[in-house]
């Protein structure tokens, strides 16, 4: 299927190249290295080269797809914390409550952080954010297995800004149907 | 489909930023550029200058005909030269001749010159180019080499980056890096893009489109395939990706999050860190995907594994003495033990290829700042390399002599190289992306 897709994309670029006549022709398409013939006294440069200039274009876009449901479904968190604190117990239980009901009902909660610091350390406290609400979700009955706790640390913030009230918002679980 | 191919587009030679750099949504032409690896123009340029104590002087003078190639590789190679902070670059002016020259020695001695470097380009019958240069060491009065070599035209830059090897080569003792890649993000608007360029920057080629983030690439010992995080899944899945061919697949895509991926020295394994059990710990798993091991268990986080080039050992962040802190443990897993002391939040380990220095990043304040910190000497203390505050994903080159990391500039996240001493720096810029991500890759292009 990808491979199918990029032979598409591949035949699109060909039938419309002609269209940008400005293109020159000698630098239009990845060109694989060429070993070069090597004279005087080189040692370090030059030489056999493993063909490796190529790179290969791969298209994911258009993949996303995010239901939420009609609870409510945000959970903020303190700086450095995955505390699920009391003014959120009506979000757990609310969705709590939805899980039990429904036990083929499915969730990921989504853990976010701060831009701050890095994007693995951001994913990690994100991940313990989401696996914080999860617990407070099977504590109220919610089996384990209708929910799955995901990060994406502080690669999509629900809000730019690099003061506290931007941050604020951002430290964040989102409840996410499947 | 509406948003097949991508935002990069090199408007004209010569262009020098990714300022240049449009977003063509819709642009047929635009898609075409994207997919065929159209080369987005821009180059590290240095920026900040320091006076360093083993600066070389010298002189590249313009290589006879270069002019009749889209290319300047005396140009290309003086940025190499000056870029790497072990050169002084001597002003040439228009000066001009060839490897077959015999030039005025005391001249260039009278300039402050201590080597010198005059070549040529010729165009071959079968209209590729012959690149030719001679290095002389103006001290001595004697010629320390020279090469031949018949490439593409779209070569030619790597054919300069190669002299600029060489004499790097002769001139340090040490292996340049200047024919080695880069892989980087690009992020702006709804677009995520992985990117692979020259060390200097240019001729950059899309490995990667997505609509979801991507993070974390790290490219296999053999330079041919890169690892990263993608979000395209809608969680954190990593992947294996050959970057000439687009063959793409995921290794670790179990229940939670899967990131964080550092090759083993041979590229038979990765460490990653998994959330399949609970909480973010470190595995190892095959390059396939297969046999996933348990490298160590804590309660808390561990994260940003790296392995030593030796293989013998394990450096990760951990906060499992309260704050995050570098530690590092067998490669195998067992005890681990704390290398950062100084500091109450240090992340994001980079180890030099000779295991002698750490580079990570330390939080002082508010500031995110990129450190080095001497392995090899008992007791030394993090030396602070940056006036910045928001530096992140330092990465060594393959010589162990520069880093590439980076850290927000006027509202954006940019590219930075830097000398382990801080001393020489230069910068990626862009005005319409944000560059993320950096991590060099290894010899053998």
Redesign the interface.
Known sequence: MKTLHRHLLAAIAAASLAACSSVPLDSQAPVESRTGTTSGTGAGAGGASSSQTRVAPVDVTGTSNVNFTNLPRIVYFDFDSYVVKDQYRPVIEANAKALTTNRKMHMAVEGHTDDRGSSEYNLALGQRRAEAVVKSLTLLGADPTQLEAVSFGKERPAVQGENEEAWAKNRRAELASR | ?D????EMTRMA?GSSSLSQIRFSRRS??G?????????AAAQFRVEISGVGATQLPIAVVRFRDEDKT?QSPSAIIRADLERSGAFRIVDTGSTSFDEASRPDIAQWRGRAADALVGGSVTRLAD??YDIRF?LWDVVKGSE????????????LR??AH??A??IY?KLTGE??VF?T?IAYVTHSGQ?YTLR?ADADGENG?????????I??PAWSPN??ELAY????????VVFV?T????E?RAIADF???N??PAWTPDGERLAV?L?RE???QLFSIGRNGGDPRRLASSPA?D??AEYSADGKWLYF?SDRGGA?QIYRMAAGGGNAERVTFSGG?N??PALSPDGKTLAY?T?SG?A?RLVVLDLATTGAQPQPITDTS?D??PSFAPNGRLLIYATRANGRSVLMTTTLDGKIKARLPSQTADL??PVWGPY??
């Open positions: 489909m948003d097949v191919g991508g030679p047929a032409c898609a075409l550029l994207a997919l065929a690896g159209w080369p889209n209209g590729r001679k320390l080499g020279g090469q031949s070599n018949a490439v593409e035209a779209s070569e790597l054919a190669r002299i090897d060489f080569e292996k340049g024919s890649r677009r692979v080629q899309v490995a990667l489109n997505s609509g979801q983030p993070i974390s330079g041919k995080v993608s979000f395209e899944r809608q969680k954190a990706h970057v000439a061919t687009g793409r229940r939670g999050s990131s964080a860190t959330s609970g909480g973010s986080i994260t940003e962040t995050p939040y992340i994001s990043v939080r508010n995110f928001d992140e994903h993320r991500e053998g292009r």
